[in-house]
Every structure is written in structure tokens, then in C-alpha cells.
């Protein structure tokens, strides 16, 4: 059974840094690309970033270039997300998915809740 679980969450002040994690299973990690969405309410969910299987590639949202980083640990069937410079519209539900923009597979994880407030 595929599971993908989010963690790292929190509550953190304008201009903080926190780092999520996504610990998968059930599946050959290794084999597939990894991304990260984000989903406020009221708003559509969107790509954060993305990672390729071999971790050698990756894709951001303009919104997050140069203040966040995706990477991961095949070892540890584990993709992080490092958030620096962190903005009150940060705020949403973190989830990971299997996949690349235009080739996903399966459902995201159940996500973890970032607020950024002063």
C-alpha cells in the first residue's frame, strides 16, 4: 500500500525558515519523481516544486525560487522541502505526491498545515 506522510509543520514569524518532510512507502521511491504542492482556502492547489527520481533535476513555482528547496534521500525514502524567507501567503496545507508537472501518479499525502504569522 502506498503511503506518503507529511511532517514538520508549524507555525513560524515572517522571515523564518522551516523544513517539511515526506516519508514514503510501499512503493520503489527510488523509480519515481517527487513533488510538493500547497493548497490555501479558498485557492485552487498548486505545484510547489519538484524533484526528479535520481534528485539531479528540479522545478519550482516562481513564487518560491530562491527561497525554497526540494531534495531527497533515496536511502530513507524521504523528500524534504527547506523554506526560507518564509511569507504570510506561505500559509497552506503541504502535501507530497509521486511525480513530475504532467506526469502524476496516485493521490497526495494527507499534508501538513505551515502558518506564517506575526
Known amino acids: 500500500q502506498v503511503q506518503l506522510v507529511e511532517s514538520g509543520g508549524g507555525l513560524v514569524q515572517p522571515g523564518g525558515s522551516l523544513t517539511l518532510s515526506c516519508a514514503a512507502s510501499?512503493?520503489?521511491?527510488?523509480?519515481?519523481?517527487m513533488s510538493w504542492h500547497r493548497q490555501s482556502p479558498g485557492k485552487e492547489r498548486e505545484l510547489v516544486a519538484a524533484?526528479?527520481?535520481?534528485?539531479?533535476?528540479?522545478t519550482y513555482a516562481d513564487f518560491v525560487k530562491g527561497r525554497f528547496t526540494i531534495s531527497r534521500d533515496n536511502a530513507k525514502n524521504t523528500v524534504y522541502l527547506q523554506m526560507t524567507s518564509l511569507r504570510p501567503q506561505d500559509t497552506a496545507v503541504y502535501s507530497c505526491?509521486?511525480?513530475?508537472?504532467?506526469?502524476?501518479?496516485?493521490?497526495w499525502g494527507q499534508g501538513t498545515q505551515v502558518a506564517v504569522s506575526s
Open positions: 510501499g512503493f520503489t521511491f527510488s523509480n519515481y519523481a
Open positions: 505526491r509521486r511525480g513530475w508537472p504532467g506526469a502524476y501518479f496516485g493521490s
Open positions: 524533484i526528479s527520481s535520481s534528485g539531479r533535476s528540479t
